[in-house]
């Protein structure tokens, strides 16, 4: 995982995990938000702030009962 990926998936984690404190560090969501993240690299060039906004929108979409 590149530099950019790694800061864009923190970064992310982060503040989803800060405004939802129930969800464990090791949750499942997080795999799914780095392949996610990877997918949208791959697509296109991307810096850290963009790929961590990208990051948060589909944290928020994801359903909870599905992780």
Same mark, same amino acid.
């Given at each position: 995982? %590149? %530099? ?5 998936? &923190?970064?992310?984690?982060t503040?989803? $995990?800060? /405004?939802?404190?129930?969800v %464990?560090? *090791?949750? *499942?969501?997080?795999?799914?938000l &780095? $392949?996610?993240?990877?997918? $949208? /690299?791959? &697509? /296109?060039?991307? %810096?850290?702030?963009?790929l ?5 929108a589909?944290?928020y /979409?994801?359903p909870s009962d &599905?992780?």
């Amino acid at each position: 995982m %590149d %530099d950019v990926l790694k800061k864009a998936t &923190e970064t992310a984690w982060t503040v989803y $995990r800060a /405004r939802h404190p129930d969800v %464990d560090a *090791s949750d *499942s969501r997080r795999c799914l938000l &780095e $392949r996610y993240l990877l997918t $949208r /690299r791959e &697509e /296109r060039q991307s %810096d850290t702030e963009e790929l961590a906004s990208f990051g948060i929108a589909y944290l928020y /979409r994801l359903p909870s009962d &599905e992780c």
